[in-house]
C-alpha cells in the first residue's frame, strides 16, 4: 500500500537568512510522498533571490511569490488552498525540522487513529545568543494545553511548525476564522480543540527560532500592547462561540489542577533566571487576561456559585504560576 501525500507549507516573509535551513530541514525527510510549498509574502529582504536559487538546487520545491505583501492569516489560508495531499505539514520560514522521521511518525498517528485531526510535537527554543531550550512542552505546563480552556485562558501554543492537520480540516477552519485576526495559530488551534481530537506526540520534532521582532514578539511595549488587547478580544468571542465547551473543559482542568500543581513546581526548578523574567510577566498577562475573561463570563450563561466555581478553575493555576515566578524573579 503506497503512503498518503503530505503538503508541507513553508510561510516565508523577510526570512532571508531562515529559509534556506527551513527548506531543508523538509528536504531531509525520510518520506517520500509528498509536496513542498513555499509562499513568500513579497518580502523585501532579498529573500526572493535565495528562494530562486534553492529552487534550483531542489527542483521538487515548489515557490510561489505573492505579488503584494497579505500578512500572515491570509498567506496561510491562500497556500492551503495550494495544496493537494491528504495531510497538511506547517513550517514557518525562520523554524526548522530536526528528526527527519517528523512526518513519518506524524502522518502513521493520524492513519491509525481517524478520529484525530491533528497531531503535534513537542519542541526545542533556539535563542538569539545561540542557547538552545530543549524539550519545552515537556518540561513547560504552558507549552502543552491539555483541550481548548487552558488553551484559551493560558494563551499557549502547540508550537505550529509541528503540526500535521488533516487538509480538509484545516481548509475548513481556514475559512471560519477572522483572516484578520492577531495571531492565526491562536485561533486555529482553539477551532481544532472544538472540532477534532488531538494527538500530542512526546517527541522533539521542530526548532523554533526565539527572534526579538517578529509577528508575535516585539520590543515595542505599545505593539505588545495592542496584541494582548486584540488576544484578550478573541478569548471572549470563542467563549461566546463555545459557551458550553469552555465549561466542560473548565471543570475538567479543576480534577487535574493537582498534576498541574507539581508541573509548576518541576518548572520552577528547571528555569533560569532570565526565563522566569520572560514567563513572570506573560503569567502575570494572562492571569489579567483571565479575570477579564471571567468576568464578561459572569453574565452569560454562568450564574450565581457556578459563575464563581468556573472563574476560580480557570484562573487556579495561574494564580500559582504567578507567585512561583515572582518568588523566582526575587
Known amino acids: 500500500m503506497s503512503k498518503v501525500k503530505i503538503s508541507v507549507i513553508i510561510t516565508c516573509y523577510n526570512k532571508a537568512l531562515y529559509i534556506r535551513q527551513a ?47 497579505l500578512g500572515v492569516t491570509k ?17 514557518d520560514g525562520d523554524d526548522y525540522w530536526i528528526d527527519n522521521k517528523k512526518l513519518s511518525k506524524q502522518v502513521e498517528i493520524l492513519e491509525k487513529n481517524p478520529e484525530y485531526g491533528q497531531c503535534y ?3 526545542d527554543i533556539l535563542y538569539p545568543d545561540g542557547e538552545i531550550k530543549h524539550a519545552v512542552a515537556s518540561n513547560f ?15 499557549t501554543t502547540t508550537m505550529p511548525g509541528s503540526w500535521l492537520v488533516r487538509t480538509d480540516l484545516m481548509r475548513k477552519i481556514n475559512g471560519e476564522i477572522d483572516l484578520d485576526t492577531v495571531d492565526d495559530t491562536f ?19 521542530v526548532t523554533y527560532r526565539f ?23 478573541a478569548q471572549w468571542k470563542y467563549i461566546e462561540k463555545y459557551p458550553d465547551l469552555f465549561m466542560k473543559n473548565s471543570l475538567e482542568n479543576e480534577t487535574n489542577r493537582s498534576e ?22 506573560n503569567v502575570d498577562i494572562a492571569a489579567k487576561s483571565a479575570e477579564i475573561v471571567a468576568l464578561r463570563a459572569k453574565g ?16 487556579a493555576p495561574l494564580r500559582l504560576g504567578k507567585r512561583i515566578f515572582r518568588k523566582r524573579v526575587v
Not at 79 to 84: E, G, I, M, P
Not at 143 to 155: D, Q, S
Not at 260 to 281: C, P
Open 187 to 205: 485561533d486555529i488551534q482553539l477551532e481544532l480543540y472544538a472540532q477534532t481530537k488531538v494527538y500530542y506526540l512526546d517527541e522533539v520534532t
Open 75 to 91: 498567506n496561510w489560508a491562500r497556500a492551503c488552498k495550494l495544496a493537494t495531499g491528504k495531510y497538511i505539514a506547517r513550517l
Open 141 to 155: 505546563v504552558f507549552a502543552r494545553p491539555e483541550n481548548f480552556a487552558m488553551h484559551l485562558v493560558m494563551m
Open 23 to 69: 527548506v531543508e530541514s523538509v528536504v531531509q525527510q525520510d518520506y517520500e510522498n509528498m509536496e513542498i510549498i513555499v509562499v513568500d509574502d513579497d518580502s523585501t529582504d532579498g529573500g526572493v533571490e535565495i528562494l530562486r536559487g534553492v529552487v534550483q538546487e531542489y527542483p521538487q520545491v515548489k515557490v510561489v511569490f505573492n505579488e503584494k505583501n
Open 211 to 233: 527572534l526579538t521582532e517578529s509577528d508575535s514578539k516585539s520590543e515595542d511595549d505599545q505593539k505588545m500592547k495592542g496584541r494582548m488587547e486584540r488576544l484578550r478580544e
Open 121 to 123: 510535537t513537542d519542541y
Open 300 to 315: 452569560y450563561k454562568i450564574r450565581n456559585s457556578l459563575s464563581y466555581r468556573i472563574g476560580r478553575i480557570v484562573t
Open 260 to 281: 498541574l500543581k507539581m508541573q509548576m513546581k518541576s518548572l520552577r526548578e528547571i528555569i533560569d533566571n532570565r526565563d522566569a523574567e520572560i514567563v513572570a510577566k
